[in-house]
């Protein structure tokens, strides 16, 4: 049965990370809206809701440390894993001049986590200071999204309604495919004799990154690849500002591990700056430097264990 659930997360993941670009990108079209800007906030916000649930449950539960190390090695995941193997799978362009302000924004949002986490933790005029961000970088986005390109025929478009419901039946079959992935992995991993920590730095912990890597392998093989950089940079936005913002202003976090500062941050900030040195050097991601970035991954799991 187990296996089962197994291939059913799989296909999960598949058909609602298909749904949800495909949705997506008719809502882009329909509304003349930039697919980056899309990928930004609609799909990037809402492949980040497995973070979102887990910050605020290890939050609420009195394990702040959980909720903040779920952020920030989601954000080391997003760019180094997700991208990386999105690249293997077809390259990613990305063209620094068009989407410099929400790279500075991500690294503005970055630098201004590790600021405020030199105080041993967030209060809740912190993290309402990071919510008012995430608010300022919507209005941003949209107010500065609308294309020039020439009107498509209105016969040609999906109706708005049916690529919302798309985009959201997408979104939802994602969420239920992770969901039975990782609980399904977790028992089969367990059935091997694979000890817990082991499941938590790997299964779990990669486990609410799989939406953003179902959209964005998805987004790049559909040669959308302003929503497969979207989604990375604006689920990384929404990390910070969104999901620490909202679990500070549920219960203020105290009480971090001091490897956050010493160790996790500078990792955060430095897979940062390399996605803006690949997007301005590079314009995009291609094969060999995503093999890189799985084998930076791969060295960051390493210092973990």
């Not at 999960?12 to 906030?41: D, K, Q």
């Not at 093989?221 to 549920?250: C, P, Q, Y």
Request: glycine share 12%; proline share 3%.
């Amino acid at each position: 049965m187990v296996y089962i659930l197994f291939v059913a997360g799989l296909l999960g993941l598949f058909f609602g990370g298909e749904f949800l670009v495909r949705g997506a990108a008719n809502v882009a079209r329909s509304y003349r809206i930039s697919p980056m800007v899309i990928g930004l906030t609609i799909v990037g916000f809402g492949t980040s809701t497995p973070e979102l649930l887990v910050s605020l449950n290890a939050a609420l539960d009195g394990a702040s440390s959980i909720a903040v190390g779920n952020v920030l090695g989601s954000n080391i995941a997003n760019i180094l894993l997700i991208l990386g193997l999105t690249a293997l799978i077809y390259p990613v362009a990305v063209d620094g001049r068009r989407v410099w302000k929400d790279l500075a924004f991500m690294v503005g949002a970055t630098v201004l986590l590790w600021i405020m986490l030199l105080g041993d933790g967030l209060s809740r005029i912190e993290a309402g200071v990071l919510v008012a961000a995430l608010i300022g970088f919507l209005v941003s986005s949209f107010l500065s999204g609308r294309t020039e390109e020439e009107e498509t025929d209105p016969e040609a478009l999906t109706p708005v309604w049916k690529s919302a419901l798309i985009t959201l039946g997408g979104l939802v079959v994602l969420m239920v495919g992770a969901r039975l992935l990782v609980d399904s992995s977790t028992q089969i991993a367990r059935s091997f004799g694979i000890s817990e920590a082991v499941i938590g730095l790997t299964i779990v912990a990669v486990g609410t990154s799989l939406p953003e890597l179902a959209t964005s392998a998805i987004a790049a093989w559909r040669k959308h690849s302003e929503i497969a950089v979207g989604n990375v940079i604006g689920s990384n936005i929404f990390n910070v500002l969104g999901i620490l913002g909202i679990t500070g202003l549920v219960l203020p976090i105290q009480g971090l591990d001091p490897r956050f500062l010493r160790e996790d941050m500078p990792w955060v900030l430095g897979c940062s700056l390399l996605l803006v040195l690949l997007a301005f050097a590079l314009k995009g991601v291609p094969r060999w430097a995503g093999a890189l970035l799985l084998a930076a991954y791969g060295g960051y799991v390493a210092l973990m264990l």
